[in-house]
T-cell receptor
Framework: QKEVEQDPGPLSVPEGAIVSLNCTYS??????FMWYRQYSRKGPELLMY????GNKEDGRFTAQVDKSSKYISLFIRDSQPSDSATYLC???????????FGRGTSLIVHP | KAGVTQTPRYLIKTRGQQVTLSCSPI?????VSWYQQTPGQGLQFLFE???????NKGNFPGRFSGRQFSNSRSEMNVSTLELGDSALYLC????????????FGPGTRLTVT
């Protein structure tokens, strides 16, 4: 079992839908949680990062961390076709940045 | 400000050969990290360099090595290539060591035949 599990999808939604992307993990020492977006033939782009549990909001994006359940989520409101990409979660223990990534979820937002 | 650049973008090598990949970080960034991305294993951290010193290292064999120059440019070397080394190799730069805000380059697609 990998340390970080993420459903590869694809997840297909209509434009304007609320999207929920999730990751589960097994390492209780993880303290930092990140979400990246990766378009085809591009490098990943950091969307959000959070420390420990709680919520963080940035525009249409909300990240949630539930350390008791070892579960993190990224919500995208009012999804747009330009949001179509692969979304990667990543986590690290803190102290030094050595991230462990999920395999990524492919999201398709159709007009 | 120019982004992270990686050269070459595509590379085909034969088993047993070695390869060197290059990364130029964003101007003013002093930390460079390298990653390997494959369909099977996903994105995996290789190592991080800051001020010409390796600061963090992932779980990869010694065939994978790197270095950083005084201008923060970095190179990654893979010796004795194996078929399983075929991957997208990504470089990311950040302003300081261990920063979560990293900027990735487009990657070098390495194919080993």
């Amino acid at each position: 079992q990998k340390e970080v599990e993420q459903d590869p999808g694809p997840l297909s939604v209509p434009e304007g839908a609320i999207v929920s992307l999730n990751c589960t993990y097994s390492n209780s020492a993880f303290q930092y949680f990140m979400w990246y977006r990766q378009y085809s033939r591009k490098g990943p782009e950091l969307l959000m990062y959070t420390y420990s549990s709680g919520n963080k909001e940035d525009g249409r994006f909300t990240a949630q961390v539930d350390k008791s359940s070892k579960y993190i989520s990224l919500f995208i409101r009012d999804s747009q076709p330009s949001d179509s990409a692969t979304y990667l979660c990543a986590m690290s223990e803190g102290g030094s940045y050595i991230p462990t990534f999920g395999r990524g979820t492919s999201l398709i937002v159709h007009p | 400000k120019a982004g992270v650049t990686q050269t070459p973008r595509y590379l085909i090598k034969t088993r047993g050969q070695q390869v060197t990949l290059s990364c130029s970080p964003i101007s003013g960034h002093r930390s460079v990290s390298w990653y390997q991305q494959t369909p099977g294993q996903g994105l995996q951290f290789l190592f991080e360099y800051f001020s010409e010193t390796q600061r963090n290292k992932g779980n990869f064999p010694g065939r994978f090595s790197g270095r950083q120059f005084s201008n923060s440019r970095s190179e990654m070397n893979v010796s004795t290539l194996e078929l399983g080394d075929s991957a997208l190799y990504l470089c990311a730069s950040s302003a300081r060591q261990g920063a979560y805000e990293q900027y990735f380059g487009p990657g070098t697609r390495l194919t080993v035949t």
